[in-house]
Every structure is written in structure tokens, then in C-alpha cells.
């Protein structure tokens, strides 16, 4: 499968960006997604994640009332709803099919392609 994030921007703290997730190749309707920050020299961070159905989610406890992931199969696209952005909440977002762990999930598959996202105080 391909993945291809889009929605990031440039915005100041507090603002909303919605990001999607576009897959190709086949559909995802039989895995679990998720979200993940890549920032240069620092370890990829688990943000979100979202069930087959869509029936469950998890979320870092950092971003826990200010994200919503969400997913609609019969578009073959996830998304990532972020309010009241932060500024250490600045990288580049990564969607992938995931293995869930607790309240985690580990990342499977290639990387797809990313979208960056800057917040400004």
C-alpha cells in the first residue's frame, strides 16, 4: 500500500489543521492506522491511532483532547483533526498501518510520504 499524507501548514498556536491520509495500491479497511510525528534527530513519535472499523482510539497523552483521528474506509483515507495546536506539536506527520500495543501502536510497512507541520507562537 502507498500512503500519502496531506493538510499540513504553516499555523500559530492555537489554530486547527486537518490532515488526510490517502491510501493506493489496495485498501486499509482490514488494518489498523495511525499517526506518527518524524522530527530530524529525534525519535518518531506515536500520536494517534484508530482501529479497523473505527470503533477504537488511541492517542498520546500529549495530544489527548486536542486530536481526533478519524477514518473513512469506503474513501480508503484516515485523517488527523488537530486543535489548539502548540508549538512542540511542529513536524512532519506520518500516517502508517500499525500494530496496536496498550495504549500505543508500533508502525509497520514503508514510511509513505509525509506533511509538515509548523506552529508559531
Known amino acids: 500500500v502507498q500512503l500519502q499524507a496531506s493538510g499540513g501548514g504553516l499555523v500559530q498556536a492555537g489554530d486547527s489543521l486537518r490532515l488526510s491520509c490517502v491510501a493506493s495500491?489496495?485498501?486499509?479497511?482490514?488494518?489498523?492506522m495511525g499517526w506518527f510525528r518524524r522530527t530530524p534527530g529525534k525519535p518518531r513519535v506515536f500520536i494517534a491511532a484508530?482501529?479497523?472499523?473505527?470503533?477504537?482510539?488511541r492517542y498520546a497523552d500529549s495530544v489527548k483532547g486536542r486530536f481526533t483521528i478519524s477514518r473513512d474506509n469506503a474513501k480508503n483515507t484516515m485523517y488527523l483533526e488537530m486543535n489548539s495546536l502548540k508549538v512542540e506539536d511542529t513536524g512532519g506527520y506520518y500516517c502508517?498501518?500499525?500494530?496496536?500495543?496498550?495504549?500505543?501502536?508500533?508502525?509497520?510497512?514503508?514510511w509513505g510520504q509525509g506533511t509538515q507541520v509548523t506552529v508559531s507562537s
Open positions: 502508517a498501518e500499525v500494530l496496536l500495543v496498550g495504549d500505543s501502536a508500533i508502525e509497520y510497512g514503508v
Open positions: 484508530i482501529t479497523k472499523s473505527g470503533g477504537s482510539t
Open positions: 495500491g489496495r485498501t486499509i479497511d482490514s488494518s489498523d
